[in-house]
């Protein structure tokens, strides 16, 4: 129906541009400004734009008009969707080894046992249990940490 209405509205616009032409045509048919390059082109113009019928012209501007209002109208869905779809594997992909570990392993917690036990790695350093940061530590050092209340006294 939207189709029937757009080819009307076109053929009514069309038929107004031609008897608006009217006056151009008898003006180029007198040989009137015949020296002019624009008017030349104006005649030619307006001579190519009669020479098809109303009606297939009315038919190919509605054609085009109603395609262009189709992609618009189902263009906006479409990239809204997209985006949502986008967003949503988006927000979904860190948790998808979690999910894929899960459901690849068959983990059983139900028997209370520890199905990563063997999975384990221990690291030590230096081999003894490290005392934390102490000066000793930090003898590479060319000048020493600032104590706490020295810091509070340049402050």
């Known amino acids: 129906m939207r189709f029937i209405v757009i080819v009307s509205e076109s053929h009514a616009v069309i038929s107004s541009e031609r008897s608006s032409e009217d006056g151009l045509l008898d003006l180029c048919a007198s040989g009137a400004a015949?020296?002019?390059?624009h008017m030349r082109s104006a005649c030619m113009h307006a001579t190519s734009d009669r020479a098809a019928p109303a009606f297939v012209r009315a038919l190919t501007r509605g054609a085009y008009t109603f395609v262009r209002e189709l992609y618009m109208l189902?263009?906006?869905?479409?990239h809204t969707l997209?985006?949502?779809?986008?967003?949503?594997?988006?927000?979904?992909?860190?948790?998808l080894g979690l999910i894929r570990g899960?459901?690849?392993?068959?983990?059983?917690?139900?028997?209370?046992?520890d199905p990563y036990a063997s999975e384990h790695t221990i690291v030590?350093?230096?081999?003894?249990?490290s005392?934390?940061?102490?000066?000793g530590s930090l003898t590479h050092r060319k000048t020493p940490w600032p104590m706490l209340e020295d810091i509070s006294e340049t402050c």
């Open 74 to 78: 189902l263009s906006v869905p479409f």
């Open 124 to 129: 030590v350093l230096n081999g003894e249990r």
């Open 102 to 113: 899960i459901f690849a392993r068959n983990v059983d917690l139900s028997e209370g046992r």
């Open 82 to 95: 997209s985006f949502m779809s986008v967003f949503g594997l988006i927000s979904v992909l860190p948790s």
């Open 131 to 135: 005392k934390g940061l102490t000066e």
């Open 34 to 37: 015949r020296e002019s390059a």
